[in-house]
């Protein structure tokens, strides 16, 4: 076992410390760029919480397994956020992966 220093990243989540007020944070704004870039979400406007969940429908007839598996890996990356740093995205996440 060696010492490495103060913990900064862990699982793509930054971790900032301020030990005098005895506070910590996590962050995990380079994983929301990174899943915003690989779905070519960068210019997309963006939405503010609390989402209306009463006007949620499904969007596509019969979608392809092309369209499936986009929509699986995009409602996935948002459930991993939502489930280590992200609980107020969850209430939403929970409502896309109805549609999954």
Not at 16 to 23: E, G, L, S, V
Not at 30 to 52: D, G, W
Request: hydrophobic letters at 40%; a positive charge.
């Amino acid at each position: 076992m060696r010492d490495l220093g103060e913990l900064t990243w862990f699982l793509e989540i930054r971790i900032i410390r301020d030990r005098a007020q005895r506070k910590i944070w996590l962050c995990q704004d380079a994983y929301i760029e990174k899943i915003t870039k690989s779905f070519h979400l960068e210019n997309v406007r963006p939405a503010y919480t609390p989402l209306p969940t009463k006007e949620l429908t499904a969007g596509i007839e019969n979608p392809s397994p092309q369209d499936i598996y986009a929509y699986q890996r995009k409602v996935g990356s948002i459930l991993y956020a939502a489930t280590m740093t992200r609980p107020d995205v969850a209430c939403m996440a929970g409502k896309l992966s109805e549609f999954l």
